[in-house]
């Protein structure tokens, strides 16, 4: 139920949950055999996948297109290799960002010997059939507990990772009774997902795995609760 007429709230219990042994994953949005017509997309974001890979699982070659997929990992290690001759294995705070376009085969999954904690978002592109593409995005030496720092943009603007949609992507890390102030213009929405930790949002409480969406222009803030917040901001058209 919202509590605050500019916020919906998307509870982190609501979710779908699919337990595959070697993966275990909440899905924000409907996806594989989770299906919520409620609960499809937000604008262009379609997915947010909450995964947790046991210690040598993962996803072998699978193809994807027309789609703008990222990765950011939380816990752990996460390596991934596709047909466009990428190899990397990614650490936390790290995010890998693949534009699918006209069609790639990637492959994803967990090097280490501890369980690896990832989010991985699909936002649809602003056109289809783009030449397919990859970059990454890591903190510079001595941001890496910055309180909000633009990670993706349709730009590229402070060194963010370039995405093919009108979305500005933030990672928010704060500490308890920490907060940042951001400001949606006209035209666009905004959505809050909560990876870890607690949160405050224009009054309204969040835990982990919550999130929250608002259609309003206008000021909101970020706050911490009791415990520190690592979260992903998306403002998209």
Do not use: C
Not at 40 to 63: C, E, K, Q, T, Y
Not at 181 to 204: D, F, T
């Amino acid at each position: 139920m919202t509590t605050n007429p500019t916020l919906t709230i998307r509870r982190s219990e609501e979710r779908g949950h699919a337990n595959h042994g070697w993966l275990d994953s909440y899905h924000t949005f409907s996806f594989a055999d989770y299906y919520d017509p409620a609960h499809m997309a937000f604008r262009s974001l379609r997915v947010i996948n909450d995964d947790r890979i046991a210690a040598g699982g993962g996803f072998p070659s699978h193809p994807h297109r027309d789609m703008e997929i990222f990765s950011y990992v939380l816990d752990g290690q996460l390596a991934h290799q596709d047909s466009m001759g990428n190899k990397r294995v990614l650490n936390p705070g790290e995010i890998q960002l693949m534009s699918a376009g006209t069609g790639v085969l990637h492959s994803e999954f967990n090097p280490s010997q501890q369980t690896t904690h990832m989010l991985q978002i699909w936002i649809m592109p602003r056109q289809n059939k783009l030449e397919p593409g990859y970059t990454e995005w890591k903190p510079a030496a001595g941001t890496e507990n910055d309180p909000k720092v633009l990670v993706i943009s349709p730009d590229g603007r402070e060194n963010s990772a370039i995405i093919h949609q009108d979305a500005d992507i933030f990672r928010i890390k704060l500490a308890p009774g920490q907060s940042v102030n951001h400001e949606l213009p006209e035209g666009h929405g905004l959505w809050l997902h909560v990876a870890r930790g607690s949160a405050r949002i224009n009054g309204v409480d969040l835990k982990g795995g919550d999130a929250v969406s608002s259609e309003a222009a206008g000021a909101f803030e970020i706050a911490a609760g009791d415990e520190p917040l690592e979260a992903l901001l998306f403002d998209i058209a």
